[in-house]
């Protein structure tokens, strides 16, 4: 059975030229797994992927390597090598995790001597939401919720949280690539974030950590509620 897979002229997978191999290689394989462009369950095979990337095999077996210490990926001997599957249960524990980390980011800005600073940019990621909201652009807003959360996190100043939060955004972005998505209300969506900011500003600080949780548990809920019994995988049809 040959694998094909058929990448739009907007995937992460493109020649790579110029550039750092094992390094490119691995932004490129890295980048198509978040995104959702290769997809849980999905065999990963060497060959095929070197021969798209216009590689040889071995930086692609050093960046599946790479990938499969950060969980993206299943090495499994004598088995071959797959995207990790997701399960509801790994959707639970990410958004638990997410809405204790925010939590915390949160209370750290109200709390710190640079919490004008973090509203001022807090403020302006939602003027581009609503902005995008307005113009009833998808993408855009998922992008600048991305931005949002990224700049809470970042506000607080804990290089550790920062650390551990890259690999939760990770996940989080992974899991938003893959979820059945409807386009809901856009108006909503960038009022919420503003409501957030407003009540970080107001410095009511037990308010603030209930509203960003509740803000996570009601997203992470309705993943959850829609993600599939069984793990998400992608069915591979043999090629004709």
Same mark, same amino acid.
């Given at each position: 059975?040959?694998?094909? #897979?058929?990448?739009?002229?907007?995937?992460?997978?493109?020649?790579?030229?110029?550039?750092?191999?094992?390094?490119?290689?691995?932004?490129?394989?890295?980048?198509?797994?978040?995104?959702?462009?290769?997809?849980?369950?999905?065999?990963?095979?060497?060959?095929?992927?070197?021969?798209?990337?216009?590689?040889?095999?071995?930086?692609?077996?050093?960046? #599946?390597?790479?990938?499969?210490?950060?969980?993206l990926v299943?090495?499994?001997?004598?088995?071959?090598?797959?995207?990790?599957?997701?399960?509801?249960?790994?959707?639970?524990?990410?958004y638990s995790?997410?809405?204790?980390?925010?939590?915390?980011?949160?209370?750290?800005? #109200?709390?710190?001597?640079?919490?004008?600073?973090?509203?001022?940019?807090?403020?302006?990621?939602?003027?581009?939401?609503?902005?995008?909201?307005?113009?009833?652009?998808?993408?855009?807003?998922?992008? #600048?919720?991305?931005?949002?959360?990224?700049?809470?996190?970042?506000?607080?100043?804990?290089?550790?949280?920062?650390?551990?939060?890259?690999?939760?955004?990770?996940?989080?972005?992974?899991v938003m690539?893959?979820?059945?998505?409807?386009?809901?209300?856009?108006?909503?969506?960038?009022?919420?974030?503003?409501?957030?900011?407003?009540?970080?500003?107001?410095?009511?600080?037990?308010?603030?950590?209930?509203?960003?949780?509740?803000?996570?548990?009601?997203?992470?809920?309705?993943?959850?509620?829609?993600?599939?019994?069984?793990?998400?995988?992608?069915?591979?049809?043999?090629?004709?």
């Amino acid at each position: 059975m040959t694998l094909t #897979i058929n990448f739009s002229d907007t995937s992460s997978l493109v020649q790579i030229h110029n550039k750092s191999l094992r390094e490119h290689v691995l932004e490129m394989l890295h980048g198509a797994i978040v995104n959702g462009e290769l997809k849980p369950g999905q065999a990963l095979v060497e060959a095929d992927l070197a021969g798209q990337l216009g590689v040889s095999r071995a930086p692609v077996r050093e960046a #599946i390597n790479v990938l499969a210490t950060k969980g993206l990926v299943e090495v499994v001997p004598y088995h071959g090598t797959t995207v990790k599957k997701l399960s509801r249960k790994d959707i639970q524990e990410l958004y638990s995790v997410r809405s204790l980390m925010e939590g915390y980011a949160i209370q750290q800005v #109200i709390l710190s001597e640079s919490t004008e600073q973090a509203i001022s940019n807090l403020r302006a990621v939602c003027h581009q939401m609503q902005q995008a909201a307005d113009e009833g652009d998808l993408r855009a807003v998922n992008q #600048i919720d991305r931005d949002f959360h990224d700049t809470l996190v970042a506000a607080c100043g804990n290089d550790l949280l920062l650390s551990m939060w890259s690999t939760v955004s990770m996940r989080v972005r992974q899991v938003m690539s893959l979820r059945n998505r409807r386009k809901g209300d856009l108006q909503a969506i960038a009022r919420n974030h503003s409501e957030i900011v407003d009540v970080i500003a107001s410095k009511d600080l037990q308010k603030a950590i209930a509203l960003i949780q509740h803000h996570i548990g009601m997203t992470g809920g309705a993943i959850v509620k829609d993600w599939p019994e069984e793990e998400m995988t992608m069915d591979i049809e043999a090629a004709p």
